[in-house]
């Protein structure tokens, strides 16, 4: 299948480590993970980001810069996990799967996820 392929990167640097909120921090590397994002003109998308990694001098832990509305666990963009929760609502999930270029399981954790949000969404609008 065709997939559009995007070079991008963030231009926001951290500046304090996540881990003890130092400032002494110093390049230490980079990725280029490829995030998935929404399919475009029925292609599918991944970007490659590039990923500055610090390592702090206070603490000596290492940590990645954050990508912004990116979810970093699922190296997707978060408006992909927004629109495969209502999608597998709709369609089976391997149909799903196949458009974007994730695993079936991807898409079902992401659908029950959704679920479960509307649910908790539902018990709150309740009238007591
Ligand atoms: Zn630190």
Redesign the pocket.
């Known amino acids: 299948m065709d997939a559009y392929h995007i070079a991008a990167e963030t231009q926001v640097a951290p500046t304090i480590?996540p881990?003890?909120e130092?400032a002494a921090i110093v390049g230490y590397g980079r990725r280029e993970p490829w995030i998935r994002d929404l399919p475009m003109h029925g292609k599918r998308v991944g970007l490659c980001v590039q990923t500055r990694r610090f390592r702090?001098k206070?603490?000596e832990?290492t940590f990645y810069q954050d990508l912004p509305s990116v979810d970093a666990r699922r190296f997707m963009t978060e408006r992909l996990v927004a629109w495969i929760g209502p999608a597998a609502i709709r369609r089976p999930f391997a149909h799903v799967a196949q458009e974007v270029g994730v695993s079936e399981r991807t898409v079902r954790d992401i659908f029950h996820d959704h679920v479960t949000a509307l649910e908790a969404h539902r018990q709150v609008e309740t009238p007591q």
């Open positions: 480590c881990h003890c130092g702090c206070t603490c832990k």
